[in-house]
């Protein structure tokens, strides 16, 4: 089958690093860790699993980030993958082959797959207490049991990944899809069900007044999950580019602020929101009062030094990106009494007081027409299309894109 195939061998992860200096290309050029080409079919590993056939896989921000080779040396997560990868973990399918114990599914279905190879995946009985608990995104046995280490679909060497033709899933993981819900839709099920556990993890209630940095895809569901949540809250984003402006009005936001360190910009918005804006010769611009709550879903240094900078006291923020660590100056984080909560993925949520799988959630609002996908359009490729969408997504902003994935419908079977 074809597949890209990702693994960051010395030799090719040095070659690549060096070439970019001169064009990001080198990423996924001849010498880069990524090359597109046949690899074998994956074996259920178990008879609870499923062969899943392709048929659109979302390109995530931490796919990006694999192949252009961000991740930091000493980070503790590179325990939880295994190589090679071939990434891709916003899929939906179509069951190909079924194990003999694959819960009631049927060869042809259409799935959306949660991704998440939590203890149940693993074989690991009895679960984590997180597992127990429905929180499938904290399971502590993300490098144990049956599978090499992986924290999802894509980054596990044994399961394959969206961008091949084939991948392997656990029936625990496949959410059959209605027929009213389409392709684009179900494929971006998983960064809508991100936005919604990070807007969940804010609290926000009526009267609130909420920033979120970014405004990329997930920014923009972030803004759109927040004003189905709580009508009654204030929206503020700071979005870049100017179609993501509109996108980010489009999805219920108040105001747009402009990216920019303008400290006359800080001034008025200070000003907007009762608060007082603090500077000197050598201190960044913070605010004393502000934002009650803030989502930072793009997760730089500076984005986390903003988010502290412009909250309230006693606020909450909420790391929903994630970028190479670098320092940041966190004294207001003590001094301000903040929460800094994390966002991992999603699972098990609670939404108007019942419990149930986000994708359970996201999906009754698409089929009672609460939630429309319009503001986040999928710009599909296919997969020998690979450069073309990697380069597209490098310069997102020239092109509009909100959302890029690898189309593999009409594709002859492998």
């Given at each position: ?9 010395l030799?090719?992860a040095?070659?690549?690093k060096?070439?970019s ?6 990423f ?10 046949e690899?074998?079919?994956p ?15 979302g390109i995530?921000g931490?796919?990006l980030?694999?192949?252009?080779l961000k991740?930091s040396l000493d980070?503790?997560?590179?325990r ?7 990434l891709?973990h916003e899929?939906?399918g ?6 003999a114990?694959?819960?009631g599914l049927?060869e042809g279905?259409?799935v959306?797959?949660?991704p998440?190879l939590?203890?149940?995946?693993r074989g690991?009985?009895?679960p984590c207490?997180?597992c ?12 144990a049991?049956a599978l090499p ?6 980054v596990?060497s044994?399961?394959g990944?969206g961008?091949s ?7 625990s ?8 819900v ?7 099920l998983?960064?809508l069900c991100v936005?919604?556990h990070?807007a969940?993890q804010?609290r926000v209630?009526a009267g609130?007044r909420?920033l979120v ?5 997930v920014?923009?569901a972030?803004?759109?999950?927040l004003?189905?949540?709580c009508?009654?809250c204030?929206i503020f984003?700071?979005a ?5 402006k509109e996108?980010?009005?489009?999805c219920g936001?108040d105001?747009?602020?402009?990216e920019?360190?303008?400290p006359?910009?800080?001034e008025a918005?200070?000003?907007e929101?009762?608060?007082t804006q ?6 960044r611009?913070f605010?004393m009062?502000?934002f009650e709550?803030v989502l930072?879903c793009?997760?730089t240094?500076?984005t986390?030094?903003?988010?502290i900078?412009w909250?309230n006291?006693r606020?909450?923020?909420?790391l929903v990106g994630a970028?190479?660590?670098?320092r940041?100056?966190w ?8 929460e800094l909560?994390?966002?991992m ?6 939404v108007?007081?019942?419990r149930r ?5 996201v999906l009754?609002w698409?089929l009672?027409g609460?939630?429309?996908?319009d503001?986040?359009p999928?710009?599909?490729?296919r997969l020998?299309e690979?450069?073309?969408?990697l380069?597209s ?5 020239a092109?509009g ?8 419908r ?5």
């Open positions: 089958m074809k597949a890209l195939r990702f693994h960051p061998t030799a090719r040095v070659s690549a060096l070439g200096v001169f064009t990001k290309a080198a996924w050029g001849p010498h880069s860790p990524l090359s597109y080409g690899v074998p079919v074996e259920l590993p178990s008879p609870g699993w499923v062969l899943v056939r392709t048929r659109l896989a995530c931490s796919d980030a694999a192949i252009t991740g980070s503790p997560l590179q939880f993958v295994s190589f090679p990868m071939f891709g899929i939906v179509q069951v190909e082959r079924c194990g114990d694959a819960g049927r279905e259409r959306a797959v949660y998440i939590s203890c149940a995946p690991i009985s009895p207490p997180f127990a608990a429905g929180d499938f995104n904290l399971c502590l046995n993300l490098a049991g280490p992986g924290q999802v679909i894509g596990n044994r399961t990944g961008f033709e084939l991948f392997v899933a656990h029936r993981q496949l959410f059959p899809v209605p027929e009213s389409g392709d684009e839709q179900a494929v971006l998983d960064p936005a919604l990070a969940l804010a209630v609130m909420v940095l970014g405004a990329g895809i920014g923009l972030v803004v759109r999950m004003r189905l949540l009508p009654g204030r984003v700071v870049r580019h100017p179609f993501q996108l980010a009005l489009a936001a105001r747009i602020l402009a920019t360190e303008d006359q910009a800080g918005l200070a000003a929101l009762g608060a603090h500077r000197a010769r050598t201190v611009p605010f009062g502000g709550a930072d793009v997760g240094a500076r986390l030094q903003r988010s900078a909250s006291h606020g909450r923020v909420v970028s190479p660590p670098a940041f100056e004294s207001l984080l003590y001094w301000k009494e903040l909560v994390g966002s993925s999603f699972g098990t949520e609670t108007d007081g019942v799988h986000a994708f359970d959630v009754g698409l009672d609460r939630l429309r996908t503001p986040f999928v710009r599909t490729f020998a690979y450069r073309d969408a380069r997504l490098m310069d997102r902003g092109g894109l909100v959302k890029a994935a690898f189309d593999f009409g594709e002859e079977e492998t």
